[in-house]
């Protein structure tokens, strides 16, 4: 079973920044697509980022792209998420998991959902 731990979420004044972790517990990271998807109240969660196991392939959707930038370190077995310029529109809980990534718009996750971790953009 694929396992992710996501962290680094918090309240944010529009504008602001956070850096997201996911971090793999019990097993290597280094063959696995991993996609960041986000989840707000009363909403279907989302396709966000996306990244290919060796980095060579990105991916970003059009509401995040230009603001957003996922980045790995499969040394570390992590990926992140750095989220830039960020607006009340943002907040949602954010999860990672292995995906199939074929496009910004098209992201098919498979793995384990954690807790992930909530991301609040308010004055």
């Known amino acids: 079973q694929v396992q992710l731990v996501e962290s680094g979420g918090g309240l944010v004044q529009p504008g602001g920044s956070l850096n997201l972790t996911c971090v793999a517990s019990g097993f290597t990271l280094e063959a696995l697509t991993i996609g960041w998807f986000r989840q707000a109240p009363g909403k279907d969660r989302e396709g966000v980022s996306c990244?290919?196991?060796?980095?060579?392939?990105?991916y970003y959707a059009d509401s995040v792209k230009g603001r957003f930038s996922i980045a790995r370190d499969n040394a570390k077995n992590t990926v992140y998420l750095q989220m830039n310029n960020l607006k009340p529109e943002d907040t949602a809980v954010y999860y990672c998991?292995?995906?199939?990534?074929?496009?910004?718009?098209?992201?098919?996750?498979?793995?384990?959902w954690g807790q992930g971790t909530q991301v609040t953009v308010s004055s």
């Open positions: 998991s292995a995906s199939h990534c074929y496009s910004d718009s098209n992201y098919w996750p498979y793995g384990s």
């Open positions: 990244i290919s196991s060796k980095g060579g392939s990105i």
